[in-house]
């Protein structure tokens, strides 16, 4: 018997938000919050997402046609023994990765293609298993190591309620805009990364929870990061 995948066919080729739903969830972070913050952010700096209502599909969709002017990623490590992502979704998958498309992908992202080396390729830095780790989820305070790009013009270190992630692998090509101390070693958590293939990718290591963007200089990172990778003004 031969089964045929529903495609959703995309509303539209603007930006688009892969944002945790259905198997893309996990039980430590709620995507239903941290995407509606993602959303009201958009619309707020100009730059409305339109939030696909399953990942698979919408990777899937990316297989033929015009491609988003930029997708957003937020979601989490599916857990359910299928593969990431599945199978016919893989050469939508596989043509996003492999095309210009600007990217903005936000915390627990960096571990969702868990050993696909095309989305390590893309994000510029990944979750280790069994290496990387984070301190107590909690209030904490960043540090702006690099305020000369537009993704971080005008803001300096800011306190905020997050998770932090330390011991990430990160490639040394990338721009590192924002880290954080941890064990008296300085880590990574908000980079810019120009791929060698084409196209840009803007990883936002912050961003566990609704809190984290409750805080006026995230959000702001945030908004002009979508402006950026948008080329809105």
């Known amino acids: 018997m031969t089964v045929h995948h529903r495609v959703a066919e995309r509303p ?3 930006p ?33 997402l339109t939030q696909a209502e399953d990942v698979d599909a919408a990777l899937a969709s990316f297989a033929s046609g015009p491609l988003p ?6 979601v989490g490590l599916p857990r359910d023994d299928r593969p990431v992502p599945l199978s016919w979704a893989e050469a939508g998958y596989g043509r996003l990765l492999a095309s210009d498309v600007p990217v903005f992908a936000v915390h627990v992202s960096s571990t969702s293609f868990a050993g696909d080396g095309r989305w390590e ?5 990944v979750w280790v298993r069994g290496t990387t780790m984070h301190p107590p989820s909690g209030p904490c305070t960043v540090q702006v190591v690099d305020d000369g790009h537009p993704v971080t013009d005008g803001l300096s270190d ?6 932090r992630y330390a011991y990430q692998r990160v490639a ?16 990574p958590l908000v980079w810019v990364h120009d791929r060698p293939g084409g196209g840009t990718t803007v990883y936002d290591g912050l961003g566990h929870g609704s809190a984290s963007f409750a805080a006026p ?16 003004p």
């Open 12 to 14: 539209t080729d603007g």
């Open 16 to 48: 688009v938000l892969l944002g945790g739903v259905g198997r893309w969830t996990d039980p430590w972070h709620p995507f239903d919050a941290t995407n509606r913050a993602l959303v009201d952010i958009g619309r707020e700096a100009g730059v409305p």
């Open 69 to 74: 002017s930029l997708v957003v990623v937020n």
């Open 121 to 125: 390729r893309v994000l510029g830095g």
């Open 158 to 163: 800011f306190a905020l309620d997050d998770e």
């Open 172 to 187: 040394p090509d990338v721009r590192v805009l924002v880290d954080h101390e941890h064990d008296g070693i300085r880590h």
């Open 217 to 232: 200089a995230h959000r702001a990172l945030v908004a002009q990061a979508l402006r950026f990778l948008a080329g809105a």
